[in-house]
């Protein structure tokens, strides 16, 4: 298990000692995305890898080595997401995803970041790369997680499922949405419900969390019951919406090939919802 | 109950209209802290009260009436924060709590984030309220809303309560930490509660959620088992831990005189989580 090391990061002198140790390792990544090796593993190389100019992220320790990645100002375009990386997230060992995941997170957060919020001017690393801090105003900025909803309406042992116009042909999922300013999961649950296909629910239920770095989002998946099954369904955000009943959400889920949707994949919290729901 | 009115929020035509609805209200703000009535209810003004610059934020549509409040830019001490605003949670009538925290946390994202965080250029409002954007580079921001997780260890039927220096005098609460980039929530309570106060948990359960405005956190509150009882308290974020049995949780949350410490109020969900905890 890895130990983030929170407690170090304020040190300077104790993450210099960290990137010097000769057992300190650095992760391996193609721009932004990971490099694995033949078993789904990360690759990781020496320290002396870090390039020129770059900012050392401070990841934790395991096995009492030093894990790092680093991010090189300017050395990406952040706008770019590969197809690869969902191929390499369900080809990752477990518990390798949420690392490579929160290295993402940061190196895309500081690429975007370099400037002060507040006053406009540029910033620099701070905390091990957990922070970013304004020399002309003093302010300190640290890395955004984004909490977004993800739920089932169920009606009548039937569960709402929805499908946005950039996923594959016949791919459903649950509905999404972030978390506003000012709500409980519980009320942007039954907002988004009501927004996106005009149904009313009660009961919300929390089921599992995830992290879901593109860039930095927190999952959290519910179940609700509704109220009622009449759909209106908001067509700037979904391109449909339908009711599936058990047998269905089953047979999707089991890959069968008269199944009414092809399901979220193994690795999206989509899946755990379905799978947490049948089983309930 | 509030329509935020989110689908109306891209479209500067249907948000002005609004804004000239006769009928539109203008929350009433002292500062960045909220005016209430003798009865506890937020006081609304309309809308010609919007100070000269100000810039409008959609709070909602409720009983068929536009509600906005207004960020004056450069008019708040944002780093300042009264006592009066705790008196006044305590006091607001039922809802108007998150209401009154939604607009709050926007004003002071607003305040706190007027330049570009990637280019350093000004930014300008957009979305009624709920986004500003970068005429140079394009980029657009949303206002953050920060995952923190707050938690009771349980063991033997005692819960791990722990005080911070800046607390009233016997006030101890559950321990809580912002989750970070690349953890779920259960990973960010086991990371919390191991680096506080040295203990192992395991079957981590969510018990409820709630926005707390300071500036813009969303509470969620679970209970996880621990491995045992040792503790190892970091007193850089702890003035003080204990084990607390149920017998002394009840005696604190009834205000017993000889209780073992004094609970967190009301409003705060440490509260609802001791109490969820007693009727367990």
Same sequence: chains 1, 2.
Avoid at 4 to 12: F, I, K, M, T, V
Avoid at 91 to 115: K, N, T, V
Avoid at 174 to 186: D, K, S
Avoid at 231 to 242: G, P, Q, R, V
């Amino acid at each position: 298990m890895l130990d983030r090391g929170d407690n170090l990061r304020a040190d300077p002198a104790a993450i210099a000692a960290l990137a010097a140790d000769p057992a300190a390792r650095l992760l391996r990544l193609d721009g932004i995305d990971p490099v694995l090796d033949e078993t789904g593993h990360l690759v990781w190389g020496g320290m002396a890898e870090a390039a020129d100019g770059a900012d050392l992220i401070l990841l934790g320790l395991a096995d009492g080595r030093p894990h790092f990645a680093q991010h090189v100002p300017g050395a990406l375009d952040a706008a770019t997401r590969s197809a690869w990386i969902f191929k390499a997230i369900g080809m990752m060992a477990p518990g390798e995803a949420a690392l490579y995941g929160g290295a993402r997170s940061l190196i895309d957060w500081h690429e975007r970041h370099g400037f002060c919020a507040r006053c406009g001017q540029p910033t620099l690393v701070q905390r091990a790369g957990w922070g970013r801090r304004c020399p002309a105003c003093e302010a300190e900025h640290f890395p955004r997680v984004d909490p977004v909803v993800i739920m089932l309406a169920e009606h009548e042992d039937r569960v709402l499922v929805g499908r946005q116009p950039r996923f594959p042909p016949r791919r459903y999922s649950a509905l999404a949405g972030f978390v506003e300013p000012g709500e409980a999961l519980e009320e942007a649950v039954a907002r988004e419900l009501w927004e996106e296909a005009g149904i009313r629910v009660r009961d919300v239920r929390y089921v599992a969390s995830q992290p879901w770095p593109f860039p930095s989002s927190l999952m959290v998946a519910c179940v609700a019951t509704a109220e009622d099954d009449a759909l209106t369904i908001d067509h700037t955000e979904l391109e449909d919406a339908m009711w599936v009943p058990r047998a269905g959400v089953a047979a999707s889920m089991a890959g069968a090939p008269d199944a009414p949707f092809l399901p979220p994949p193994d690795y999206a919290i989509a899946n755990t919802l379905f799978r947490a729901w049948l089983g309930a």
